[in-house]
């Protein structure tokens, strides 16, 4: 272990020690951390694809709720001709951000999946919440691109716009849940071993 020490000259009755002190503000020489460079670009990496992935669901959920709860109510007010005119006009402007926001949230998810999960093993609880949170993040990717697509097959859910918006901003705030109790939950200690298991396997 690295310490920083300092001369200091202790003065008592009929006495005087010449002891050294810890330096608790010492700065450590770079050279101590033969690692250190590894760490920072480990550190940089994580920081930098936890900012995409939350910063994008931000802007989708948002984006999504905004569209649900303020333009279509707004927009059924208009006359027909002006109505499709408008609808035209956001989804060939608003599909740019939904692929673009799905692939930099599979990018990121699974930079994220593959630095966390080593982490969690033994998690049953993690797992199964990771794989729910998988199995709705697709939900919500599917509904995102089959409402701003131009596919025949999916036109009824565009006819229909509110409520699988709707349907997808709940997707959107379960994943949101998820991730949150998570975050907060704490990390996993897995159980220890009883000795009298260590000794039975010893012998």
């Given at each position: ?144 691109s089959a409402l701003v697509g131009k596919s025949k097959a999916f036109e ?48």
């Amino acid at each position: 272990m690295i310490s920083c020490q300092r001369l200091a000259i202790v003065a008592q009755p009929g006495h005087r020690l010449l002891v050294l002190l810890p330096v608790s503000d010492c700065p450590l020489p770079v050279s101590s951390f033969p690692n250190q460079n590894l760490m920072d670009t480990q550190l940089l990496l994580d920081t930098i694809s936890r900012v995409v992935h939350v910063g994008t669901v931000i802007i989708l959920a948002g984006g999504s709720f905004f569209m649900w709860r303020v333009l279509l109510p707004s927009a059924a007010e208009l006359p027909d001709a002006e109505h499709d005119r408008l609808r035209a006009a956001v989804t060939g402007r608003w599909k740019k951000f939904v692929h673009a926001g799905i692939a930099l949230i599979l990018i990121s998810g699974f930079y994220n999946f593959a630095r966390l999960v080593p982490a969690h093993k033994g998690d049953s609880l993690y797992h199964a919440l990771l794989g729910t949170k998988i199995m709705l993040a697709f939900g919500v990717f599917f509904l995102g691109s089959a409402l701003v697509g131009k596919s025949k097959a999916f036109e009824p859910l565009r006819q229909n716009r509110g409520r699988w918006l709707a349907i997808l901003v709940a997707l959107l705030a379960v994943i949101v849940a998820i991730s949150g109790f998570v975050k907060v939950r704490g990390k996993y200690v897995p159980p220890m071993t009883p000795v009298a298991e260590l000794s039975a396997d010893a012998d």
